[in-house]
């Protein structure tokens, strides 16, 4: 059977009276629980959260990941070395009475959940369940399959994703929950719609799949994709899938068009059972209609939790100036109105407060009135965190035209990433070289929640130079646009929508190869940043006022959140029922 696009049809509305069931191998739930890598995870936990502020009937399922993701060391040379984050469960959540299996190659593995209970500004409760297999009626190797995030090899990430989506799905239905929809939130997730296909054929044989039986899983499904870089779409082989899912498990999905190149498609999978799917930028939706033709990608650009990322010191002034923001994030719009003192004198206080850290993690001491640049991504290649000091010479020259120029690095390379780890090295050792009295390069070991909410509110600009076009969205950009810092930014990703040049940030040109974007970049600091810097006080606070007033309003959660519930969630008839500034659920 060949796939179908995802094209609107009919259907009735879902009732107001059940949930959303959000799946995600990863959640940022607060910073002492280690159940995150990076963006993704981040992305999720904001996504809860502003579920939670707007009152939104929504649960969550993820893994429990005892281990963590993992704690980072550099030493002097750059290289990074890796330490387990272990955490207890039962210091943060509940446990739930109810048990469910799942098959991993042919061995039953009996999965628990513990919940947390993440509650809004009005009180209103998103349940995350955390998905566990350590227990003891399970056998030694499969207690620690929801142990380590994005750990093992692909054997192990295709049992994780057999717990999370199978697993997960039989949970919610344990649990008693009226799911009507189910949200996968990356092709991790994407085994769910099995799960939910096996229940809709209620034991009946395999072969008997019709189109009716897909059609009633489609409509309970919705997806979003947030990776243009092909090796982050989930393959697996068939002799994994053969000895992992199970023989006719393996077969219907074959049959099901959900195989590319003899490789099980997590992506595709996610994409055949859905009757929603998304990019999370107007770009990425462009680029995911090239790479899987056959459906129909939307796109919704993604957004940050606004009283999560904003620092204090700007809490403090909107509170005073805008006391609606929080509740609704679109006031922040009225930021043009920011007093210009004000604005100074709150990014100078939270600019302190990320120099006092880095000072005591490093023992260097910058100084605050120095401009200061910040790049802190994961240290995958294609986001050329090098790119900045590919040319020595005139960055010095830049750093003395600017009476001085501070850099911060900070990123986390996976442990298998070796070109990611080399990268780590080089801007290390480069920053060793390069740095003296009128500039200084700082790599910060161990990027985690915390120092990227230091960082993203307390540099002057922020840097972002993905190789085009492999950035799906971004979100540490829209981290610092809530706090007045305007970006110097590649046009990849949300920035090809929040770039006003000169109001918002910067842009730096698109060029036929690293050599020329590198010039771009260089030029726009000397051209542009630095002078406004050094000009006045006052025109820089008018950039940080507009760039708070224009990208802040949009690029957060509590906007994309309502895209979600009226485009995704509940169909357009629905669109006046489900009016997510009144609770639709309350728990």
């Known amino acids: 059977m060949e ?22 191998m990863e959640i940022a739930i607060q910073p002492a629980m280690p159940t995150y890598s990076g963006g993704l995870g981040v992305l999720a936990g904001d996504t809860l959260r502003s579920a939670a502020d707007l009152g939104v009937p929504l649960v969550a399922f993820t893994l429990a990941h005892r281990k963590g993701y993992f704690q980072q060391h550099l030493d002097g040379t750059g290289d990074q070395t890796e330490d387990v984050q272990p955490w207890n ?66 054997n192990y990430r295709l049992q994780q994703e057999i717990v999370l989506g199978m697993g997960g799905a039989r949970m919610a239905n344990a649990l008693g929950l009226r799911v009507n929809v189910y949200h996968m939130n990356e092709g991790h ?5 099995q799960a939910l296909l096996e229940s809709q054929l209620a034991g ?5 799949v019709t189109d009716a039986d897909i059609e009633q899983v489609r409509r309970k499904c919705v997806f979003t994709t947030h990776t243009p870089v092909p090796a982050g779409h989930d393959r697996f082989s068939s002799e994994q899938s053969i000895r992992i899912l199970g023989g006719e498990r393996t077969a219907r999905i074959e049959r099901l068009g959900c195989f590319e190149n003899g490789l099980l498609n997590m992506t595709l999978l996610a ?56 509740r609704d994030n679109l006031y922040l ?46 240290a995958a290649t294609y986001k050329r965190a090098s790119l900045l000091l590919t040319q020595p010479e005139r960055l010095l020259e830049i750093a003395t035209r600017a009476g001085g120029l501070q850099i911060l690095f900070a990123g986390k390379a996976h442990p298998q990433d070796s070109p990611g780890k080399s990268l780590i090295r080089h801007v290390i050792e480069t920053a060793g070289n390069l740095s003296n009295d009128m500039l200084r390069i700082v790599y910060l070991e161990n990027y985690a929640w915390d120092l990227g909410a230091l960082l993203t509110a307390g540099v002057d600009v922020w840097v972002n130079t993905p190789r085009r076009p492999y950035e799906a969205s971004g979100t540490s950009g829209m981290k610092a646009a809530l706090n007045g810092v ?48 050094l000009d006045a006080k006052e025109k820089w606070a008018r950039l940080m006022r507009t760039t708070l007033a224009f990208n802040g309003s949009y690029f957060n959660t509590n906007r994309m959140v309502k895209q979600y519930t009226r485009n995704a969630y509940y169909p357009a008839q629905m669109v006046e029922r489900a009016q997510v500034e009144e609770p639709i659920y309350t728990r």
């Open 89 to 154: 469960p039962t210091d943060f959540c509940t446990e739930e009475a109810v048990r469910v299996t799942v098959s991993v190659e042919d061995r039953v593995v009996t999965v628990r959940a513990w919940r947390y209970d993440l509650q809004g500004r009005s009180g209103h409760i998103v349940p995350i369940y955390l998905l566990d297999t350590d227990l003891d009626e399970n056998f030694g190797w499969d207690r620690g399959l929801t142990d380590y995030l994005y750990g093992g090899d692909t």
């Open 486 to 533: 305007p970006s110097l930014s590649i046009l990849d990703g949300w920035w090809i929508e929040g770039c006003i040049e000169g109001v918002t940030g910067w842009a730096i040109e698109d060029g036929a190869n690293d050599e020329q974007e590198a010039n771009a970049l260089y030029a726009k600091l000397e051209k542009a940043v630095v002078p406004l810097y």
């Open 3 to 24: 796939p179908v696009p995802n094209q609107p049809f009919s259907y009735e509305p879902f009732p107001t009276s059940g949930v959303v069931a959000y799946f995600s």
């Open 189 to 193: 997730a994407a085994l769910l719609t």
């Open 271 to 326: 994409l055949r059972f859905s009757r929603y799917a998304n990019g999370v930028a107007m770009q990425h939706g462009k680029v995911s209609r090239d790479m899987f033709p056959e459906y129909a990608v939307d796109s919704i650009t993604n957004g940050v939790h606004a009283p999560t990322w904003v620092s204090e010191p700007f809490q403090q002034m909107l509170d005073t100036h805008l006391p609606a923001w929080r």
């Open 333 to 378: 719009r009225n930021a043009i109105d920011l007093p210009d003192a004000e604005i100074i004198n709150a990014h100078a206080r939270a600019k302190e407060t990320l120099l006092s850290e880095v000072a005591s993690r490093t023992g260097l001491v910058l100084n605050p009135n120095v401009l200061t640049l910040g790049f802190a991504r994961r």
């Open 204 to 208: 009946g044989h395999p072969g008997t």
